[in-house]
């Protein structure tokens, strides 16, 4: 997902958050905020990018949350929509979750039990894109994957109005049910919630803000929702500032100036290379640098030539110099050569680089230490592909415009008539997914839903999220090894009895996936994050970045 995580998330020994007081003598005022373009869908249950993310962060609710407090504590699950976490019984597989009582939507319908089972529905109705990776194993999932239209869950998702209570019955245990049911994916709709992408139409909000107009080509609009009430404040916090704007259209350039001017209080995209050393300069106090478990990645499609070989791609992992790509988001201090799929930190990382001057899949060295393109040009000689047309695919901003332009020249120098097309960051992300645009090679980022391998792996290389034709295919590459997959599921088991064993199942996968190559691993980030001057409270949680309901402007 191109969601981040805190790194502090590793800390598992952590001490419950302790959410600060909520101070009114700091309420009031437009948060304003911009980007170089439109947040996609406003529908919750396709959205799949950061930027769309962090907006429902503060307007819709789910059962479980991460709580929205400042550092470490942003790693610790609490229930939000549901009164508490629920202690699974029958080995496993069945959690009852009991329903908070007077909880509204936007609307002013009250929150029940059957908005849940609808909503769960819906996320197979509407082809949500984790609805096989995060929702598959709830009992009657797979007839909802082949058949959406007739999907009922039945004997999956149990709905008592009266009772107030949901039951979920899964088809094998899962120990990451609670991280999945906290994704935006599964925030919680009125049950007449139409059955298709929702786009510009704002869904009815359960949060302290509702989006109450968007235009994808020039901004966003928020306000209070009046029904809205605390009754969790780790879960979901009274906002500071009544309004918040959010406009669009600026470059990432432009926006640096904005904020610096005062203009803006925040900007979405990444800072530009060359702006980074006048910010740490001379805007010291407004830069904030913090630890994600995010990466680049260049996805290769292993259905088209010339990466429906093996070599070719192999190839291009041989290639790429990950150092410089190190340097093109900012240099080594923000940024570090990433060998594997899984970023450092996170559980079942396998802790080797297969594709560096001097290693290979049998004997991997430690850390990466330099390309091979004699190697390179070898595994392309023997694919037969060289000089095969091969265009790039990468998103119009300052840090992939940079890091394009050197993939295209490696590209070339190994051997293929390479060409690089820029588009629009706004829908590059979804124009790469889709198979009918016949994407060969693409440059891509990801950030974690939650600080597990199996969402990097099985997210980014499942069968389950491979959907052709699709703008909702977050498996890119189109890689689908059945045995790599029953190894993913069988970990999935596992982990929910015994971390440990899954841990290694999981390093197991990431091996068998970079010998597959369906991807070439580029760096590992941290985020830096400018504010304005009149920014106060800054706020920055595990799964959204800046929390824009707990920041304050003067």
């Not at 090894?481 to 015994?498: G, H, I, L, N, P």
């Not at 994050?529 to 824009?548: A, D, E, M, N």
Request: net charge neutral; charged share 15%.
């Amino acid at each position: 997902m191109r969601i981040a995580c805190l790194a502090a998330l590793l800390c598992l020994c952590a001490a419950a958050p302790i959410a600060a007081p909520y101070q009114p003598a700091h309420r009031g005022g437009t948060l304003r905020l911009t980007a170089d373009g439109g947040a996609g869908t406003l529908d919750p249950q396709i959205n799949y990018l950061t930027e769309g993310a962090q907006v429902l962060a503060v307007t819709n609710d789910t059962l479980t949350n991460f709580a929205k407090v400042n550092g470490p504590g942003s790693s610790t699950l609490v229930a939000d929509l549901a009164e508490s976490l629920p202690t699974p019984t029958d080995g496993g597989r069945t959690y009852v979750f009991h329903l908070r009582r007077g909880i509204r939507f936007s609307t002013g319908q009250p929150v029940r039990p059957s908005d849940v089972l609808a909503t769960m529905r819906r996320i197979f109705e509407v082809g949500s894109p984790t609805a096989g990776s995060f929702f598959g194993g709830i009992v009657g999932a797979s007839l909802c994957l082949r058949h959406p239209r007739h999907c009922t869950l039945a004997g999956g998702v149990e709905a008592d109005d009266a009772a107030g209570t949901v039951t979920f019955h899964l088809t094998q245990p899962d120990g990451e049910f609670f991280d999945k049911l906290a994704m935006p994916h599964a925030s919680v709709l009125p049950a007449d919630t139409p059955l298709h992408d929702l786009g510009n139409t704002p869904a009815a909000a359960t949060g302290p803000y509702m989006i109450v107009s968007y235009d994808p080509n020039r901004g966003m609009r928020l306000e209070r929702n009046p029904y809205f009430h605390v009754w969790n404040p780790l879960a979901q916090p009274q906002g500071y500032v009544d309004t918040i704007q959010y406009d669009f259209g600026l470059s990432d350039e432009a926006q640096v100036t904005a904020v610096e001017n005062g203009h803006y209080d925040w900007m979405f995209d990444n800072k530009p290379l060359d702006r980074l050393g006048e910010l740490g300069g001379n805007y010291t106090s407004q830069v904030h640098i913090e630890p994600v478990f995010a990466l680049y990645y260049v996805p290769m499609n292993v259905n088209l030539p010339p990466f429906d070989h093996l070599k070719a791609r192999q190839a291009v992992n041989y290639a790429v110099n990950r150092t410089a790509m190190a340097i093109f988001y900012g240099g080594t201090a923000i940024a570090t050569p990433l060998c594997e799929m899984v970023p450092t930190g996170i559980p079942g990382r396998l802790n080797a680089c297969f594709y560096t001057k001097g290693a290979n899949i049998a004997h991997p060295a430690l850390l990466w230490q330099k390309p091979d393109l004699a190697r390179a040009r070898a595994l392309v000689e023997q694919s037969g592909t060289k000089g095969m047309k091969v265009t790039l695919i990468v998103s119009d901003r300052a840090v992939d415009r940079a890091m394009g332009i050197y993939l295209l020249n490696m590209l070339r120098r190994i051997g293929y008539d390479a060409s690089v097309k820029f588009i629009t960051n706004s829908i590059q992300f979804t124009y790469v997914q889709n198979t009918n645009n016949k994407v060969q090679i693409s440059l891509s980022d990801w950030y974690c839903d939650y600080p597990a391998a199996s969402n990097f792996l099985d997210d980014l290389f499942g069968c389950e999220n491979f959907h052709p034709g699709s703008d909702s295919s977050v498996n890119i590459s189109g890689f689908c090894d059945r045995a790599v997959q029953e190894t993913m599921q069988r970990a999935v088991r596992v982990s929910a009895s015994d971390a440990a064993a899954g841990q290694a199942l999981w390093s197991q996968v990431s091996r068998e996936i970079m010998q597959a190559s369906p991807a070439a691993p580029l760096i590992q980030m941290k985020y830096v994050v400018f504010v304005s001057k009149r920014l106060g409270h800054f706020t920055y949680t595990l799964l959204y970045h800046t929390l824009f309901s707990q920041v304050w402007v003067r």
